[in-house]
């Protein structure tokens, strides 16, 4: 009933159909266990012979619920909710990477995102070669190694606002035999539905604009139910291989393409590493979601208002945002984004870092925190926080210049915003 629905109808109702006499809203189901009868009822579920729950590391009905309205958002066939962002990303690679394996990945990715990948990971013992969006099709493929697993990207890249050639990077991965992972967290499927220009799994931190109030920490994995693992069985042998620690079931040959990859991802990954989302942060979340495609329209008017006033100032050095006309981006934003892309705009300053402080330091509508795509507008100075880590080239290479400065638009009024910053930059020396 709700697949056909638009994906504001999904984001109020999607997710959970409450029966006669049942609650209206998403019960928060807070235990950690589930009863049963007897032994051989609750055999099935370890064996992953029946469906429900036994322990909440593994799955929760408040957590399944609002996976599933994810899901029904971005147009998948399942999803799990996972404790942060970086829990998603993680998952989503080590679930068909393991150690020996290789990923390939945008340079323009989220700070922590490119850690992860580049620092803790690596000592997992996968290696990771990063390439430039933009490069040609026969450039990035050169990237590609006969252990190569992945193909990874950001719609919006987190905060250099690069906006990812989809269809690109999906040719190159399914050329390469390997799925495309996007992770869609800025644009959020009220703008962009990645597996409609071919991503095979998305995933979000959905601490941000899904959550959209700085309430409560979490991540999600979409799958689109389109990969065919069991077409590659060499390369994705954890998929399409007997698992010893589950009687050797085949999650291809069990839950089809369709379930496999989220089935594996929960029975194994979320087992073994438990990075659960509590419920009550998914109930939160769920109260997000609701009123998602009604904030997303707002976040993107004041983003291009403030991106607007901020190009013609004299004390900017130069403005990124894909809804300017002279953007870089305009043109994959008019086709990828064309109802708009976040409320996160990028610029840098004359003055450099110096000029940076001063700008932020005398903000007052605007905080500074570490957090982006929230109800109440943020600011950030990435190069001294959540890039801090990488090294100049890197953070060259991702877009993340010294003297960038990360703004979220927040639900003001923009008028207000940009009195705020007009009076903020006339304190730059």
Known sequence: MMKNKGTGTKAVQGGYTPKNGEPRQIPIVQSTTFKYATGEEMGKLFDLEAPGYFYTRLQNPTNDAVANKIALMEGGTAAMLTSSGQAANLFAIFNIANAGD????????????????????????????????????????????????????????????????????????????????????????????????????????TTKYMDGHGACVGGAIVDSGNFDWAAYPDKFPGLTQPDESYHGIVYTERFGKEGAFITKATAQLMRDLGAIQSPQHAFYLNNGLE????????????????????????????????????????????????????????????????????????LKLAAIETHVADARTCCLHPASTTHRQMSDAELEAAGVFPDLIRYSCGLEDAADLIADIEQALEAVE
Not at 292 to 320: D, F, T
Not at 331 to 359: H, I, T
């Open 102 to 205: 290789h990923i390939v990945a945008s340079t323009s990715i989220y700070g922590g995102t490119f850690n992860l990948f580049n620092t803790t990971m690596r000592k997992m013992g996968i290696d990771f070669t990063f390439v430039d969006p933009d490069a040609s099709e026969e450039e990035i493929s050169a990237a590609f190694r006969p252990n190569t697993k992945a193909l990874f990207g950001e719609t919006i890249a987190n905060p250099a606002l690069t906006v990812l050639d989809i269809e690109k990077f999906a040719k190159i991965a399914h050329d390469h035999q390997v799925p495309l992972i996007i992770d869609n967290t800025f644009a959020t499927p009220v703008n962009c539905r990645p597996f409609e220009w071919g991503a095979d799994i998305v995933t979000h931190s």
């Open 291 to 362: 009123s998602l495609h009604v904030r997303m329209p707002r976040h993107c008017e004041n983003g291009q208002k403030i991106a607007e006033y901020l190009s013609k100032h004299p004390k900017v050095k130069s403005v990124q945002y894909c809804g300017l006309p002279g953007d870089k981006y305009y043109g994959l934003a008019q086709k990828y984004l064309p109802n708009g892309s976040c409320g996160v705009v990028s610029f840098r300053l004359d003055g450099g870092r110096q000029a940076c402080e001063q700008f932020m330091n005398n």
